[in-house]
């Protein structure tokens, strides 16, 4: 089913979606500083170290994610009913921001500061996507969500882009002496900045872009916590007629699972296994985010032309041939290569599933719906780290003892736990070839009459 067939008016002013796109722009530093290019290296390797910074990194990020998948189904009900996404975005956004910069105090050997704030920056910055991607019915038609989406992942991308233009000076001055700091400090300085500059650039979505949805009075004798418990038992008893959404976020919640996994140790694989330092590192993300843009833009336009369950198998296609070709690989240049290909399929992969959701949910809903999307994407987000973390601790310590030696038996469990990321992918478009787009599309609409 393609979505061009649907109506194409406009609901939403262009001030209205700059302002959404901004927002992408300002989180998308979050995730290009702290889960791809500087953190999550500077944590495997410098305040822990060795497999067991891996390990650890893994069960970071898995706890953040549970706590995300157990509150944003609830939250998400309550938004709807109350009419109130933005303030629940206004408060995440803030937590990230706070805890992001607190991060500044992780210093080598401070495992628990450096674990703790990453974990509550994290489930601020997933909980707060809930929100915000709930916003996106509200400043577009169905037949215009492909491309807003696509539009706002690549925007969201070049933010990605900016920030690591404006860390990566510091790092290469205080790696070359000219700026006379201590070894870490540059780097901690790095998540100040990220803070701010996500800040700065959500604001405007809470100026300029109003929430259509109103919120409903409470019946007596209920409060929004009851009343998000009744609604979320209605849905899931009612469950049967959103069948094809249902064994959508089934094949989600396992490919999601290897989008994840390769975000949050795409900077420790390359690291580990072909010596970047950071400033090849923050290389390495800026060609993956140019990569996200055109991705993004042309999985977009796929998406309206084809339909989105095409556009999902085209993208899913490309991060399982990456992983491949990052399994067999042992050069710099060829991580490079690979970084391009899984920039443009992950890119797809991920705004695609986006806007799936919303032409899959029924209208007044959009929320509650993105809040199990959540559910899927966070429960797997706990999964998939916590398994590439145990396989490449394990592997390595089983190598170790085969004779290898330390770095050896590190590169090989690393290469042991990419392995795994291939099967999440394989598994997930198998169960997405189940998927009926156009009944799905169907059941959001017979919901509305």
């Known amino acids: 089913m393609a979505t061009a067939a649907l109506d194409t008016k406009p609901i939403s002013t262009r001030k209205e979606r700059i302002a959404w796109y901004l927002y992408d722009f300002g989180n998308s530093a979050y995730a290009a500083v702290v889960l791809l290019a500087v953190y999550s290296a500077y944590f495997q390797g410098t305040i822990v170290g060795g ?18 998948a157990v509150t944003s189904p609830i939250l998400g009900a309550i938004a709807d009913y109350s009419g109130s996404k933005k303030k629940f975005l206004a408060f995440y956004t803030l937590m990230t921001c706070v805890f992001t910069a607190g991060l500044f105090f992780a ?9 703790g704030f990453f974990i509550l920056a994290e489930i601020g910055y997933r909980s707060a996507q809930v929100f915000y991607n709930g916003l996106l019915p509200e400043i577009a038609s169905p037949a215009e969500i492909g491309r807003i989406s696509g539009n706002g992942w690549a925007i969201g991308n070049l933010g990605g882009i900016t920030s690591l233009l404006i860390v990566l000076p510091l790092i290469i001055l205080q790696q070359n002496g000219t700026i006379p700091l201590e070894g870490t400090l540059v780097v901690r300085m790095t998540l100040v900045i990220t803070a701010v500059f996500f800040l700065i650039s959500a604001i405007p979505i809470f100026l300029w ?13 209920e409060n929004y916590l009851s009343i998000a418990f009744k609604q979320l038992a209605h849905t899931i008893r009612t469950a049967r007629r959103f069948k094809e959404f249902l064994k959508f976020m089934l094949a989600f919640l396992i490919y999601n699972d290897g989008v994840i996994m390769a975000l949050d140790f795409a900077a420790i694989i390359g690291a580990v296994l072909f010596g970047l330092d950071q400033q090849g590192l923050i290389i390495f993300i800026i060609i993956v985010h140019i990569a996200n843009v055109f991705g993004a833009y042309i999985f977009g336009m796929w998406m309206d032309k084809m339909g989105g369950k095409r556009a999902l198998t085209i993208s899913i296609l490309m991060m399982i ?24 399929g992950m890119a797809g992969l991920q705004s695609v599933s986006r806007s799936m959701v919303a032409v899959f949910s029924p209208p007044g809903q959009s929320a509650e719906f993105y809040g199990f999307f ?36 590190e590169q090989a469990g690393q290469r042991m736990a990419i392995l795994s990321i291939g099967i999440f992918f394989i598994v997930g478009l198998a169960l997405l070839a189940s998927v009926n787009e156009k009944r799905a599309y169907e059941a959001a609409k017979r919901a509305q009459d």
């Open 51 to 68: 497999a067991e910074g891996s390990r650890l990194w893994g069960l970071a990020v898995g706890i953040a994610m549970l706590v995300v």
């Open 374 to 409: 959540a559910v899927a994407g966070r429960t797997s987000s706990f999964i998939g780290p916590t398994i590439y973390g145990i396989v490449a601790y394990r592997a390595a310590i089983w190598f170790e003892a085969q004779g290898k030696t330390v770095a050896l038996a």
């Open 209 to 221: 872009l109003p929430e259509r949805a109103k919120g409903k009075p409470l019946p007596a004798g």
């Open 321 to 344: 041939a990456a992983i491949v070709w990052l399994y067999l690989n042992q050069t710099q240049n060829g991580f490079f290569m690979i970084g391009v290909l899984a920039g443009v």
């Open 107 to 115: 210093a080598p050997g401070q495992v628990a500061i450096g674990m």
